[in-house]
């Protein structure tokens, strides 16, 4: 019993999801708080590197939080803000890389890879050849009849 309320609280607490952003860094504007956290959603973690700005304890990603939100009370756009923290780390920082000249391997790889795949089955499959089953004997004819007779079905 206590085992399955434990786990049941660990469910629970895991459907939250677990932000870092700290209160003294929420801004009183609800607008402006809903854009930061948009914009935080597609930063990456420099130091985690698999988590977003928002989900990260780490002080860099503070840093990085007050920031975007100097900048967006500062009246900066949305893009210019993204524009400016690439500029300054690369397109690392973004958790979704945009599509572009050095970015093109890392989107298109996945697709040429599958190709290359499908083309592999293909001749696997190509190479087998036909199935070519042997014609059956007498006796192996006999004892399919034997299985397929109606009169036998009710045979034990």
């Not at 893009?79 to 397109?91: E, S």
Request: proline share 6%; net charge negative.
């Amino acid at each position: 019993m206590i085992r399955t309320i434990g786990l049941l609280i660990v469910l629970w607490v895991a459907l939250f999801p677990v932000l870092a952003v700290e209160p003294d860094e929420i801004l009183k504007d609800t607008a402006l708080e809903a854009r930061a956290r948009s914009i935080s959603s597609e930063l990456r973690c420099l130091v985690c590197q698999n988590q977003s700005i928002d989900d990260s304890h780490a002080p860099l990603a503070r840093d990085l939080r007050v920031l975007v939100r100097q900048k967006l009370t500062d009246g900066e756009s949305d893009d210019a803000i993204l524009g400016f923290l690439v500029d300054r780390y690369g397109d690392f920082i973004l958790l979704k890389p945009r599509f572009s000249a050095d970015t093109v391997i890392l989107w298109l790889s996945p697709f040429v890879v599958l190709v290359m795949g499908g083309f592999a089955l293909l001749g696997f499959l190509l190479r087998q050849g036909p199935l070519n089953a042997a014609p059956l004997d007498t006796a192996e004819r006999k004892r399919l009849a034997s299985l397929l007779d109606p009169k036998d079905a009710s045979a034990p």
